[in-house]
């Protein structure tokens, strides 16, 4: 006969659980801090390496329901810390009230989450096999960020440009090289952490994957001064970038004023995206008005965008085809014009920004594009051929949002840009981080291509990054200026421009099979 619990026992056994539940909520939230402060604080990545690894350790220890539970709420804090400008951004920039554009939010922070999650289901599942499949986290990682669809274009990788010598893997694996290298790191911290300094298996295998973090940080340190070294000695072009918001009045005339102060000194002049107006895709040139005002739609910003122009100028536009003047299609373009002011080169933009330039799921739910306020229909475009300038260079164009777009970036390179050019508005957001942040995700485009990317943005961050994506120069933001550049010019291409995503693609296939060897052995176990 079992014995009941005395009424004396109850309080102790409530208070017990009571504990319990807080120590698990602040473990879980401490977690989610850690993870996420490296995005708003760079020198913060060896916080995110410990959260990362108390993720992983906490999912091994729980069963897998709880794992994915826990990991999603980390991943939900994390992001939520991250990207806490995206509330204010949409109501800003949709027609959604400030309620409305807060839940948005969440649902977004929500989705995202669940990256997190299936990291820890993993976690819980691989370790449950065994302590030694825990490193199969590692590709499981990679595999997840590379295919789990997101709207923020974060990776693991991006918490770590505070420490630019693990960056310098991209020029051979991109971004989920540097991902699987930081990860590695967390894995190797946390097999000892559960197993314990006696398991001498579980120390011999973190130390050769330390090891292998250090052999990596090492290289990226020879790395970073070699291209700072090769970038020193490169044929270069002097390019000014005018860092002016196109949404205000008077706008091209500043930007006409900013460049008149650096006449005869550089070799192309860069203005922001939208600076220009609405021209039909025919017209080729903008020397004489007439022809102009019939081939833009009134009121049209850039009837002649520079009468003055001293040498060739990027600026950004939009283009229409026959037919469709006052109405769209258009196409987000990048217009090269010379010192004749004649058209030579066009880039159309072809990564459209997700809620900015459509919206997921409009195509079932056209309501979606009035709540976001996106009225223009925009066309994607398909050529990926760099400009040639008039002194025969070649630049990568990349306009607003494609300069987080790796493969953009990479297939520019492979047909020949000797740089990469990237033209941002970004005036409707007004919280510094969230320009800052768009920054940090354009950076590893430089060092897996090793171009120098020269940024010429509205109201920031305008800025010359290195081939070793290191920021050399910038302007405050905000401010209404130039900034003057000599940018290193590149012919080679890096292992990761010539193959892409190869080794995510790996690790995904790896990923699959282990996990189904693992399944099939656990079901013959179970039958034995």
């Keep these: 006969m079992s014995e009941v619990p005395s009424t004396a026992d109850q309080p102790i056994t409530i208070s017990l659980r009571v504990r319990s539940f807080l120590a698990t909520l602040i473990g879980v939230l401490a977690c989610g801090i850690l993870i996420g402060l490296p995005w708003l604080f760079a020198w913060c990545y060896p916080l995110g390496l410990l959260g990362y690894t108390v993720l992983i350790v906490r999912a091994a220890r729980h069963s897998k329901l709880r794992a994915g539970v826990e990991s999603f709420v980390i991943g939900a804090i994390a992001l939520a810390l991250a990207f806490h400008w995206a509330a204010n951004s949409i109501f800003n920039t949709t027609h959604l009230s400030y309620t409305l554009s807060f839940l948005v939010y969440i649902g977004l922070v929500l989705w995202e989450a669940i990256a997190f999650m299936l990291l820890g289901l993993a976690a819980s599942y691989v370790y449950s096999r065994g302590p030694r499949w825990l490193w199969l986290v590692v590709p499981v990682w990679v595999a997840i960020q590379a295919h789990w669809p997101k709207i923020f274009n974060w990776a693991t990788a991006h918490a770590y440009l505070g420490f630019p010598p693990i960056l310098q893997l991209a020029e051979w694996a991109g971004t989920s090289g540097v991902t699987a290298c930081a990860v590695l790191a967390s894995v190797a911290l946390a097999r000892v952490w559960l197993s314990g300094f006696t398991d001498r298996s579980a120390v011999i295998e973190s130390t050769i994957a330390v090891l292998a973090v ?23 072009i002097r390019v000014a970038a005018i860092q002016v918001d196109p949404t205000f009045v008077e706008s091209l005339g500043k930007m ?19 600076t220009l107006g609405h021209y039909n895709v025919t017209m080729d040139h903008f020397g004489d ?4 005002l019939v081939n833009s739609e009134l009121p049209c910003p850039a009837i002649d965008p520079y009468p003055s122009i001293y040498c060739d100028l990027l600026a950004g536009g939009k283009t229409y085809d026959e037919g469709g003047r006052g109405k769209g299609p258009y196409k987000n373009t990048a217009f090269l014009l010379n010192k004749s002011n004649y058209i030579i080169g066009r880039y159309v933009k072809r990564t459209l920004m997700p809620i900015g330039e459509y919206v997921p799921g409009e195509k079932w739910f056209p309501i979606l594009r009035d709540w976001a306020a996106v009225s223009t229909e925009l066309i994607r475009g398909t050529n990926d051929e760099p400009l040639t300038l008039s002194s025969g260079e070649k630049i990568g164009v990349l306009v607003c949002y494609e300069d987080m777009v790796a493969d953009n970036a990479s297939s ?42 020269i940024r010429c943005a509205a109201t920031g961050v305008t800025c010359l990054i290195g081939p070793d994506g290191e920021i050399q120069e910038q302007l405050p933001l905000g401010v209404e200026s130039s900034l003057v550049v000599d940018v290193p010019l590149e012919t080679e291409q890096t292992f990761y421009t010539r193959h892409g995503e190869w080794f995510s693609r790996i690790c995904s296939i790896c990923s699959v099979a282990c996990l189904l060897g693992i399944g099939i052995k656990r079901r013959e176990s179970t039958k034995i």
């Design 412 to 453: 520019s390179v492979r047909e020949g840009a000797q740089c990469l050019v990237a033209l941002v508005n970004g005036s409707a957001f007004k919280d510094e981080d969230t320009l800052l942040q768009h920054l940090q995700l354009a950076q590893l485009r430089t060092i897996e291509n090793r171009r120098a990317m």
């Design 289 to 292: 008005r007439d022809y102009t």
């Design 214 to 236: 250090i052999a990596a940080s090492l290289w990226g340190l020879q790395s970073l001064a070699h291209w700072q070294q090769r970038s020193q000695n490169s044929t270069t």
């Design 256 to 274: 006409q004023g900013l460049s008149d102060h650096i006449r005869d000194r550089v070799d192309l002049l860069l203005w922001p995206e939208s």
